[in-house]
């Protein structure tokens, strides 16, 4: 017994493919195989499996749960609900040592995939590989599981609200919120969540759909929120949350109808957070604006620039001891108070908790930032054997002319006018840049800085490329 996987499928941070095309049933089988079979030689002996809205997942789950039980462990099943709600069985669950969350994420209907978590730790890069080659050689241990179902959506809703202990009732009960879930998998356990909060919540398509018949589940994107704003703008609200498809990415937009970007939710997050905490590390991914990292510096935090992607910043604050993460993507880890996964419902929690604590309305604290002119993150597509050396070649570059240059994870370069950045997608045969400055003038030089770079290395930026 032995599986080949489609070469496209095993990624740097999950495992995703298109349903029918490059990712089945036999995937899932072996997928739980490999996983039960390093979970077993590990000590392990259970696993928490939950799945997103999507049409195929119900069909994954089934395989998934086979493989891991003719490797002999058993599964506890938590149903469909958001990746979070799996991490949190996961990390909550006494006599579980592994998770494996069926989810497309954000990717098109046809897609699907799996969010992995082995002895609370996230499961990724090399540990993704290895499966691949357990699967090749039919390196699997034999053995029978079972699966038992158990419900963990009140307990979970629970323990999001422990979030907003200690404060004021009155102030609470004067929120008025909308919530956007896309009809995507959090869908239920928003539902759940808004009934039991203080104050007046207007929610939109919390119906689970796969096929998503309103906007696409992914509020990083401005079009996505469109239904959002048009809410706000309608009820006159205090502020809207979206979420993703499967809930572990949040976006927002406070009462006047702009977008509070990942970077600018964590500068809400870092300013409640250092007075509860004070002198803590907070960890930003390349992609975030210079102003977050200045606003934690002021506040007396130590600002950490990390790579981008929720399992490389996952690992980075177990190592620094981070109780604040988070990334341009909407991937937010609390660790402080919390478990320290990408939860998009405690993260809207902890905004709700960071208005009322810092006595402003999210309206004013989006209102006080710092006003930047910068790019959105440009994507664009590069032959995948290609985008890695274009990095290199322009850090040689710039490294030889002396430039400001910082290689965490490509190249950012900081001028006069502000900075840039140039790095490769981890997931994708993308090149993505992105600029900062201070006004228009500023940043069509970044950007000409972008280009001469792109073109000494035989490219140019060329049309937006999809996520």
Known sequence: MSHQFNSTVLREYDIRGIIGETLGTEDARAIGRGFATLLRRAGGKKIAVGYDGRVSSPILEHALIEGIN????????????????????????????????????????????????????????????KLGEMAAAGDWLDGKGGS????????????????????????????????????????????????????????????????????HPDPTEEKNLADLKALVAEKKLDFGLAFDGDGDRIGAIDGAGRVIWGDQLLMIYAEDLLRLVPGSTIIADVKASKALFDQV?????????????????????????????????????????????????????????????????????????????????????????RKFAVVDEVKARLSASGADVNDTDGVRVTTADGWWLLRASNTQDVLVARAESENQAGLDRLLAQIDEQLAASGLKRGPQAGH
């Not at 969350?101 to 990717?107: D, E, F, P, Y």
């Not at 999001?160 to 239920?188: F, H, Q, S, V, Y």
């Open 297 to 385: 510096a002021k506040f007396g935090g130590k600002p950490l620039m990390w790579k981008t992607g929720h399992s490389l910043i996952k690992s980075k604050m177990k190592e620094t001891h981070a109780p604040l993460a988070g990334e341009m993507s909407g991937h937010i880890f609390f660790a402080h108070e919390y478990y320290g996964f990408d939860d998009a419902l405690y993260a809207a929690i902890r905004l709700i908790a960071a208005s009322i604590r810092l006595g402003k309305s999210v309206t004013d604290l989006r209102g006080g930032m710092p006003r930047l002119v910068n790019t959105p993150e440009m994507r664009f597509q590069v032959d995948e054997s």
């Open 148 to 215: 038992e179902q158990r419900e963990i959506l009140g307990t979970y809703v629970d323990r999001l609200l422990e979030g907003l202990a200690g404060l004021d009732p009155a102030k609470l009960a004067g929120m008025r919120i909308g919530w956007d879930t896309g009809n995507g998998a959090a869908g239920p356990a928003v539902e759940l969540l808004t009934s039991k909060l203080p104050g007046e919540h207007h929610l939109l398509f919390t119906e689970v759909d796969g096929t998503f018949p309103n906007h």
């Open 70 to 129: 003719a490797t002999g462990l058993d599964v506890v099943r938590v149903g469909m609900g958001p990746t979070p709600m799996l991490y949190y069985a996961e990390a909550s669950m006494e006599d579980v040592q592994g998770g494996i969350q069926i989810t497309g994420s954000h990717n098109p209907a046809n897609y699907n995939g799996f969010k992995m978590v082995f002895m609370g730790r996230p499961f990724f890069g090399a540990d993704i590989l």
